[in-house]
Each structure stands twice: as structure tokens, then as C-alpha cells.
């Protein structure tokens, strides 16, 4: 039976299947503090689901729409078989978010979007969610639900999203529903300057550590499977960074450590919301950088006996793809390092190991002496990634200066990357990035010898960070260079 025949005649004055709740059990409601009773009954029509999509959203009014018309589509064109459902969680917007998205609509639209009008459209249900502001708060709402219907495939997108099509539920779904895999990892065509964040900290340290190429840990569109979701939900961890922006790398990390089999779908281009995280970069950067350094700790029985980097299977076809251009000011970014120096030189004694404080010295020494100035190379960066992972596990300091302290190199690092690769095209700037994990690789023996020597594993739960929780746009995946006015 399809879901078009087990679905009840509309009653009067409903001209939407949107609209109605479909026969059965009740829900076994999540905990109370993910979403308040109200939002529970929401779901109480439901027993399960095949397929579930969440959109976690805060203030995303004018671009909600959107994605939510394009996720409509995809399930309507490539699981029109399937029982389906979109769940927007949002974090308290007040400029009509969640009225936005349950009144966008593919309906009337069939023949231009290609889709099959017999197909029927799945339902959506907005709510607010409850608990610590943050992504990872609205994420924990969603694989609460997706456990509590028993869903069998998932996937969440980001509601600011303006590249998103049809085509990427299928590439995120499919994989899950059409070949059992639990976790599937986007992989986006970015502009060479975009995702530094990825490319220089959280892709290299992933990789080297867990001896898997996944190429966006932190690309924040995923596909996963309804256990998954319900391993993740069952995790005492919200009320700690994973609440905010430190959930992708913790979703990613959990899911390669934990037994799960993981994969990565190309994407394309991602395009959204534009921002500046050079504007205020502290409190994100302390809550992803800090949550993969203490799960470094967590999983560290893991990783120290991995050798190589394995790769991940690859679904999609990766071809060359235009994307926006970024404009980086990197002076700016190298004052911004000097300035970084004054105050934290002597965090950074403490913190570095001999040689790689000397290293850095060298390169501020050698910097009027060669054409293309300030260098921060990336062996020398691996290892100061390695003795701030070491630094933080040994809790030698508090946690989020010790954070704070790691900003100006990555704005060295950053401008060295810049330099290094403006006369790169796409594809040579890419090879050059997945070439940094080897490195990290390489150095992994150091980090292994210097954590039996002084590192101390460490939970989640002592994570507290300090400062603004929720800015409108906020993504862990897009850290980029700053950008020029």
C-alpha cells in the first residue's frame, strides 16, 4: 500500500494533506526538556516514519522557505513512497521563521519542478525547542523525534541555506535508506578561501587522529541513520558545547568511534547567509575547536594505535562547480596575530613545546627577510595544534582563555594559507588541503608520546563557555578567512 492509499479522505475545508496527522499509536514522548508538552502533541498522530528531515532554525524567516520547498520536492521526486516528515526546530525566532516554513509549499508547482502531481506532499510540524540556546540544542529535538517515530533515514540542513535542491535529499537519504549506512558527511565545491576552519584544524586533526578522509567533519547538512539519531539523543552531553556549535564534530566524531559505518556524498557548492566570523570569532571557535580537543581525549584509546588514513566511500561525481568569491584581507589578519602576540606570549610559552615556540619566533624573525613575508608553515602548525589539544587536556589553564590564545596563530596560519594558494586554481588549492592531513599524520607519533606523557582525558560535561551563546546566522561551517569591507 502506498501512502497515498493509507491516507484518510480530507475532512472538510482541508485542501492540503499537509494538514493531517495520520492514524496510531501515540508517541513515546522525548524527554521534557527538549521541546515543552505543546510541541509533543504535535507528533501525536504519528507511530512512525521512513523518512524524517529537520531544519534547525533560528531568525531564518526570509530564507526558511526555500529550503524547505526544495527538501518538499526531493522527498516528493525521489521518495514519493515513502512516509515522510519535515521538523523545524527552532530556537524562539521572532520574525516568522516557522510560519514561513509550514506555509511553503511545492503544491501548484508539479510541472516546473518535475514532479510527479500525484505524489503527495509530507507533512510539516514547526516548534520551539527547550534547553541551552544553540544548534546542537535544536538538533538533539530532532533526533529525539526521529528516534521516538522510528525513523529509518534522516537528514537535517541548515535553514539559511540558498544552494540547496531537491537533489541534495537524495544524496544525503539514499545512502542511508539504499546501502545501510549511518552516517552520511556532505562534501561541498568551496571557494579556495572559505571553510579555513575546516581545512586547517578540524579536517586534518579528524583524519590523522581517526584514520578516516572524511573530508567536511563539520559541514553541517548530514544524513544519518534513525539509530544513530537515537544513539546521539540518548548522550548526556546537552548541556555542554555540543548544545551549541560543537555538535557537528561531536555527531561526526561518536559516529566514527562508536561503530558506525560513515560515508560522504558530493554536494556541490553551498551558498548562504553571508557573515563575518572575524566579527566575533571567540565563542564559536572556543566551542567547536574545544569540543574536538576534549573529544580527542574521550576517544584518545582510539586513536593512538591508528596508523594510516583510510578513505571514505564516495557517492556523487565530483566535478568543477562555481562558487562565490571571497575577498580576504590579510593584513589584517597578520595585525590581528602581532596583536595576539602582545597578549598572549606568555600563554604561548607555557603552552608550546621549546622547539615550536622557537619555530614561531623564527618565522616572525624571518618574515622581512623573504618576499612573501610572514610564513607559518603547516608542519609547524600541526604541532602547535597538537600541543594545544595536549595543553587542554592537561587542563593547564582555563579552557577558554587557552582557546582564545590559539585565534592569533590560526590567523597566521590562515594568511600563510592565502598566500600559499592565490595563484592556485580550485583544484590545485583542494589537493593542497587534503594533503594537510598527511602532514598531521606524520606528526601523529609526537602528539601520541606527549599525550601518554601529559594528557589526561577529559568529558564533555567540563565544558563551560563564556560569551554571547546565539548570534542570527551563526554556522560552524562556515569559518572562513576575515573578510575586507
Known amino acids: 500500500m502506498t501512502r497515498e492509499e493509507c491516507l484518510p ?62 527538501v518538499e520536492a526531493g522527498l516528493r521526486k525521489y521518495f514519493p513512497d515513502r512516509r515522510s516528515l519535515i521538523v523545524v526546530s527552532d530556537g524562539g525566532s521572532t520574525d516568522g521563521t516557522r510560519q514561513a516554513a509550514l506555509e511553503a509549499s511545492t503544491a501548484g ?30 538538533f538533539r529535538s530532532i533526533f529525539a523525534v526521529a528516534d521516538s517515530l522510528e525513523a529509518r533515514a534522516c537528514a537535517v540542513f541548515d ?8 537533489e541534495w535529499v537524495d544524496r544525503l537519504v539514499g545512502p542511508v535508506l539504499d546501502h545501510g ?67 557537528d564534530i561531536w555527531m561526526t566524531t561518536v559516529a566514527l568511534c562508536e561503530g558506525f559505518s560513515v560515508c560522504q ?16 570569532l571567540g565563542p564559536m571557535f572556543r566551542q567547536v575547536v ?34 562565490e568569491e571571497i575577498r580576504v584581507n590579510s593584513d589584517r589578519l597578520l595585525w590581528r596575530f602581532v596583536e595576539g602576540y602582545v597578549t598572549y606570549q606568555k600563554v604561548w610559552r607555557q603552552v608550546l613545546a621549546a622547539e615550536n615556540l622557537a619555530g614561531v619566533m623564527r ?62 586554481t580550485p583544484e590545485e588549492a583542494e589537493a593542497r588541503v587534503e594533503s594537510y592531513a598527511e602532514v598531521f599524520r606524520e606528526r601523529k607519533p609526537y602528539l601520541v608520546r606527549r599525550f601518554a606523557e601529559t594528557g589526561r582525558s577529559r568529558r564533555l560535561r567540563e565544558q563551560r563557555v563564556s560569551g554571547e551563546e546565539r548570534r542570527p546566522g551563526d554556522d560552524t561551517s562556515e569559518f572562513m578567512a576575515i573578510r575586507s569591507p
Not at 584518545?300 to 566535478?319: A, C, L, M, N, Y
Not at 608542519?379 to 594545544?388: K, P, T
Not at 582563555?401 to 590562515?414: C, H, N, Q
Request: glycine share 10%; net charge negative; proline share 7%.
Open 363 to 424: 618565522a616572525i624573525h624571518d618574515a622581512a627577510d623573504q618576499p612573501e613575508g610572514f610564513r607559518l608553515r603547516v608542519d609547524l602548525w600541526a604541532r602547535i595544534c597538537y600541543d594545544y589539544l595536549l595543553a587542554y587536556n592537561a587542563q593547564v589553564m582555563d579552557h577558554g582563555k587557552l582557546i582564545d590564545s590559539l585565534i592569533p596563530l590560526y590567523f597566521a596560519r590562515t594568511a600563510t594559507f592565502i598566500t600559499e594558494v592565490r595563484g592556485d
Open 159 to 166: 535553514a539559511d541555506l540558498r544552494s540547496v535542491s531537491p
Open 9 to 70: 479522505d480530507l475532512p472538510p475545508g482541508r485542501e492540503s494533506a499537509q494538514e493531517i496527522r495520520l492514524p496510531g499509536d501515540q508517541l513515546a514522548l522525548p524527554p521534557p526538556d527538549v521541546f515543552t508538552e505543546d510541541a509533543a502533541e504535535l507528533f501525536g498522530g504519528y507511530d512512525s516514519v521512513d523518512v524524517l528531515v529537520g531544519i534547525p532554525s533560528h531568525q531564518n524567516g526570509k530564507t526558511i522557505g526555500h529550503v524547505v520547498r526544495a
Open 290 to 323: 574545544g569540543s574536538l580537543f576534549a573529544l580527542a581525549g574521550r576517544y584518545v584509546d582510539h586513536w593512538t594505535g591508528t596508523k594510516e588514513i583510510q578513505p571514505v566511500p564516495t557517492f556523487g561525481f565530483r566535478s568543477a562547480t562555481s562558487t
Open 109 to 138: 508547482d508539479e510541472a516546473l519542478l518535475l514532479l510527479d502531481p500525484k505524489t503527495v506532499a509530507p507533512d510539516k510540524v514547526a516548534f520551539t525547542y527547550t534547553g541551552m540556546p544553540g544548534k546542537g540544542s535544536a
Open 265 to 280: 556524498t558530493v554536494l556541490g557548492a553551498k551558498l548562504h547567509d553571508a557573515k563575518d566570523p572575524g566579527k566575533d
Open 181 to 247: 549506512y549511518d552516517l552520511v558527511a556532505p562534501m561541498y565545491a568551496r571557494h579556495k578561501f572559505d571553510g579555513t576552519i575546516t581545512n586547517s584544524i578540524a579536517f586534518p586533526i579528524t583524519a590523522a587522529l581517526y584514520g578516516r578522509g572524511l573530508r567536511q567533519p563539520i559541514g553541517g547538512d548530514f544524513g544519518f541513520s534513525g539509530l544513530l539519531a537515537g544513539h546521539w539523543a540518548a548522550k548526556q552531553v546537552w548541556d555542554t558545547d555540543v548544545a551549541r556549535f560543537g555538535v
